[in-house]
């Protein structure tokens, strides 16, 4: 069942499993038997990871009784990224069949490794993090966000770095579950470019002319010349397409989230790109191939299969995990 499970989540299809069952081992088991063993597994997680949530609300519970949170006089960083993506399931909502996924990703800074490029530069890769995902509202994947940062010592770091795209929703976290605590939340510096770069195409006239205001808006940004940013942008305030917010709002309303200057002296890293590429490996991979279409229930149980997969801990959670709930000596 392990196995099956394992690499289920891991397969572009449970099609293309059964092949491999079958080609390389000579085992027969059908897709459907595969995708049956793989959601029991994956329910299994999923209620897991249901217990250590409300285990950590109870702890948050009792940490608001208390007059004032504990500090931490520890010097490591947590780092608290979150973002949506889209994928094709089988019910209708809304006159559309995409359903968000919303993945969380959580790391410390003790396990940052840092090495040398052929350029000569520092650059940082992080040795051990731990994902979460939720398909469904932003209050209950806030939730299962807070548990993951619970279990990677939120309380224990001196500060909270919380790195996102300036969502509304992903703001709520800081004000309900970071209270008394250290936290710098920073608006993706990749996320920021990309809308300014939107905004330029759909209202600068020119091709020269919006390329230039562009560049100018990112540079007052890198340089941390917010209020020449603001004044660049006023008399666009007006200026409304579907899709693509109004970069004078967008600005405004994350002043005090593009300090850029200051987070990269700090040594904080600015862009979301950890998430991202979360979202391209751990979601996007598995679910969004083409033709695919997901029942909602299946497709959490196989996300809370893989981000166990993901975040190195099949070995430590799921397969202890399954041996206790069959009542097997492990």
Same mark, same amino acid.
Request: hydrophobic share 35%.
């Given at each position: 069942?392990?196995?099956?499970?394992?690499?289920?989540?891991? +397969?572009?299809?449970?099609?293309?499993?059964?092949?491999?069952?079958?080609?390389?081992?000579?085992?027969?088991?059908?897709?459907?038997?595969?995708?049956?063993?793989?959601?029991?597994?994956?329910?299994?997680?999923?209620?897991?990871?249901?217990?250590?949530?409300?285990? %950590?609300? $109870?702890?948050?519970?009792?940490?608001?009784?208390?007059?004032?949170?504990?500090?931490?006089?520890? $010097?490591?960083?947590? #780092?608290?990224?979150?973002?949506?993506?889209?994928?094709?399931?089988?019910?209708?909502?809304?006159?559309?069949?995409?359903?968000?996924?919303?993945?969380?990703?959580?790391?410390?800074?003790?396990?940052?490794?840092?090495?040398?490029?052929?350029? =000569?530069?520092?650059?940082?890769?992080?040795?051990?993090?731990?994902?979460?995902?939720?398909?469904?509202?932003?209050?209950?994947?806030? $939730?299962?966000?807070?548990?993951?940062?619970?279990?990677?010592?939120?309380?224990?770091?001196?500060?909270?770095?919380?790195?996102?795209?300036? +969502?509304?929703?992903?703001?709520?976290?800081?004000?309900?579950?970071?209270?008394?605590?250290?936290?710098?939340?920073?608006? @993706?510096?990749?996320?920021?470019?990309?809308?300014? #770069?939107?905004?330029?195409? %759909?209202?600068?006239? !020119?091709?020269? +002319?919006?390329? %230039?205001?562009?560049?100018?808006?990112?540079?007052?940004? *890198?340089?941390?010349?917010?209020?020449?940013?603001? %004044?660049?942008?006023?008399?666009?305030?007006?200026?409304?397409? &579907? =899709?693509? &917010?109004?970069?004078?709002?967008?600005?405004?309303?994350?002043?005090?989230?593009? @300090?850029? &200057?200051?987070?990269? +002296?700090? !040594?904080?890293?600015? =862009?979301?790109?950890?998430?991202?590429?979360?979202?391209?490996?751990?979601?996007?991979?598995?679910?969004?191939?083409?033709?695919?279409?997901?029942?909602?229930?299946?497709?959490?149980?196989?996300?809370?299969?893989?981000? *166990?997969?993901?975040?190195?801990?099949?070995?430590?959670?799921?397969? &202890?995990?399954?041996?206790?709930?069959?009542?097997?000596?492990?």
């Amino acid at each position: 069942m392990l196995d099956i499970a394992r690499r289920a989540i891991n +397969a572009s299809s449970y099609e293309e499993l059964q092949r491999t069952y079958q080609e390389d081992w000579n085992i027969e088991i059908s897709d459907d038997h595969i995708r049956r063993i793989t959601n029991y597994v994956g329910q299994m997680i999923y209620e897991d990871d249901c217990a250590r949530r409300d285990i %950590a609300l $109870q702890h948050l519970k009792l940490l608001e009784m208390t007059p004032e949170r504990p500090k931490s006089g520890n $010097q490591h960083v947590l #780092y608290i990224e979150m973002d949506g993506a889209m994928f094709n399931t089988r019910r209708k909502e809304n006159n559309s069949t995409w359903k968000e996924n919303k993945l969380g990703l959580v790391f410390s800074s003790k396990h940052l490794i840092t090495y040398r490029n052929k350029k =000569g530069e520092d650059v940082k890769r992080i040795g051990k993090r731990e994902y979460v995902s939720y398909v469904g509202d932003s209050d209950t994947f806030l $939730q299962f966000l807070y548990s993951v940062a619970y279990r990677n010592g939120i309380e224990e770091h001196g500060r909270i770095v919380i790195i996102s795209d300036g +969502a509304r929703w992903i703001k709520n976290f800081k004000d309900v579950y970071c209270k008394g605590l250290d936290v710098v939340h920073i608006l @993706d510096y990749s996320h920021a470019k990309e809308n300014i #770069y939107k905004f330029a195409n %759909a209202f600068v006239r !020119g091709k020269n +002319a919006r390329k %230039a205001w562009a560049e100018k808006l990112c540079n007052l940004l *890198k340089d941390g010349r917010t209020d020449e940013a603001l %004044a660049m942008t006023e008399p666009f305030q007006d200026k409304k397409q &579907p =899709g693509i &917010p109004n970069i004078y709002t967008y600005l405004k309303n994350n002043k005090d989230c593009i @300090d850029y &200057p200051s987070y990269v +002296a700090a !040594g904080y890293f600015i =862009g979301s790109g950890a998430i991202e590429s979360g979202n391209k490996s751990t979601m996007q991979e598995r679910l969004k191939l083409p033709g695919m279409r997901w029942d909602i229930n299946s497709a959490q149980y196989v996300l809370s299969a893989k981000m *166990k997969y993901d975040s190195g801990k099949w070995c430590s959670d799921v397969v &202890p995990l399954l041996f206790k709930k069959l009542g097997l000596k492990h």
